[in-house]
C-alpha cells in the first residue's frame, strides 16, 4: 500500500507520522460513523483525501480521490473497506477475461472491487443477493505498476479495457476474504495535469483515460511524466467514495 499513497504524493515515513499530520488538518468526526470508534478526514485542495479510521486502537487509513464528474454507479459494501461498483454505459465488444460485460439490451457494463473510505455507508451485498444501491461516486485507478508508451506516438488502436480477477472470482465463489480492489487496466491517456498536494509538498500527476463510460481519472506518480495519446497498461488499484464526506474546496 505504500506505492499506493506515493502514487498520490501521500507518503510519510509511517502511519503514526500520518495520523498526526492529519489530524492537525482534519475535519473529525467521532463516533458518527458506523461501526467505528474514531474517523479523521481531510480533503487536499489538489483532489486527494484521506480517510483514517480507528476500531479496537488500530488505525486504517485509505486513500480516495475527488473528480471533476462523478460517475452514476450501482455498488454495495463487500467489506468494511471494499465495494463492488458496476457501471452501465455504451455498446463495445467484450474481451476475454475482461470487467466489462453484456447486458440482456446489448449495452455493457464495468464490474469492479474499489477501496472505499465510505464503503460502511453502503448497503451489504453478495453475488447471489442483498440490496445494491445507485450513487453518485468518485471512481479512480491509482497506478501501482502502469508502463506508458513512448512520448511523441499518439496511440490510436488500445482499447479501453479493466480487469479485475477477485472480482470475477467473488461471482463464482462468494468468498469476499479474497477480493482486493487490485486490477489491471489498458487505454489512452486524453488530458494530463499535474497537481500539487498541499498536505505533502509533495507532485502527482492527474490524468484521464477514455472508456465507453467516460473519462476514467487515473493517478500517476510524480516521476510518470505522462503525455496525452500514451498508450497505458499495468496494475492499479480502483478507488471509489460516495458523497458523505463533505467538500472542503
Not at 138 to 166: Q, Y
Amino acid at each position: 500500500m505504500d506505492k499506493l499513497f506515493r502514487t498520490l504524493a501521500l507518503d510519510f515515513p509511517d502511519l503514526e507520522d500520518l495520523v498526526d499530520e492529519v489530524h492537525d488538518s482534519a475535519q473529525v468526526a467521532l463516533g458518527d460513523v458506523p461501526a467505528f470508534e474514531a474517523v479523521l478526514s481531510y480533503q487536499d485542495p489538489s483532489g486527494p483525501r484521506l480517510s483514517i479510521f480507528s476500531f479496537d486502537t488500530e488505525w486504517t487509513a485509505l486513500p480516495s480521490l475527488r473528480t471533476a464528474h462523478p460517475t452514476e454507479v450501482s455498488a454495495y459494501r463487500i467489506t468494511p473497506y471494499i465495494a463492488l461498483v458496476e457501471i452501465s454505459g455504451a455498446g463495445r465488444r467484450e474481451t476475454d477475461d475482461s470487467a466489462l460485460e453484456s447486458t440482456d439490451s446489448g449495452d455493457q457494463s464495468l464490474r469492479f472491487s474499489a477501496l472505499s473510505d465510505s464503503a460502511f455507508a453502503l448497503p451489504a451485498g453478495n453475488p447471489a443477493g442483498g440490496e445494491h444501491r445507485a450513487e453518485s461516486m468518485d471512481i479512480a485507478a491509482i497506478a501501482l505498476d502502469v508502463t506508458l508508451g513512448e512520448p511523441g506516438n499518439e496511440d490510436t488502436d488500445t482499447e479501453f479495457s479493466l480487469r479485475a480477477p477477485s472480482t470475477e472470482e467473488f461471482y463464482r465463489s462468494y468468498k469476499p476474504r479474497w477480493v482486493t480492489p487490485h486490477a489491471h487496466i489498458e487505454g489512452v491517456i486524453n488530458s494530463v495535469e499535474q497537481r500539487h498536494v498541499e498536505l505533502t509538498d509533495q507532485d502527482f500527476y492527474f490524468c484521464t483515460v477514455q472508456t465507453p463510460f467516460g473519462d476514467l481519472a487515473l493517478a500517476l506518480p510524480a516521476d510518470a511524466e505522462p503525455h496525452v495519446g500514451q498508450a497505458c497498461s499495468g496494475e492499479v488499484i480502483m478507488v471509489a467514495s460516495t458523497h458523505h464526506w463533505p467538500p472542503r474546496y
